[in-house]
């Protein structure tokens, strides 16, 4: 099984940044795509970014130029860099995870979802 805790969210005014952390922990055998995916209120989760093993990097039309997302293999760690936030940036961020682990075989994981709330 794999764990998924992320850290950083918070309250920000608009034009401000934020940076979110996801550590993924466990028996972990292997990781594949992570990523990050976001949920505001009456809509669906859609995707933020991705990013895979390798570093190739995926962004919504909505974000890019102004997030980035990166990763640190040898920690099982995703963050997300935000900057130039705008009110419609808010929402329930999630991690995600493709992973394979000790015993489970490949896998999608979530995290519990941290806020972020951009005020105007």
């Known amino acids: 099984q794999v764990q998924l805790v992320e850290s950083g969210g918070g309250l920000v005014q608009a034009g401000g940044s934020l940076r979110l952390s996801c550590a993924a922990s466990?028996?972990?055998?292997?990781?594949?795509?992570m990523g990050w995916y976001r949920q505001a209120p009456g809509r669906q989760r859609e995707l933020v970014a991705v990013?895979?093993?390798?570093?190739?990097?995926t962004y919504a039309n909505s974000v890019k130029g102004r997030f980035t997302i990166s990763r640190d293999n040898a920690k099982n760690t995703v963050f997300l860099q935000m900057n130039s936030l705008k009110p419609e940036d808010t929402a329930v961020y999630y991690c995600?995870?493709?992973?394979?682990?000790?015993?489970?075989?490949?896998?999608?994981?979530w995290g519990q979802g941290t806020q972020v709330t951009v005020s105007s």
């Open positions: 995600h995870a493709y992973a394979e682990s000790v015993p489970s075989p490949w896998s999608s994981y």
């Open positions: 466990g028996s972990i055998f292997s990781i594949n795509g």
């Open positions: 990013i895979t093993s390798i570093g190739t990097t």
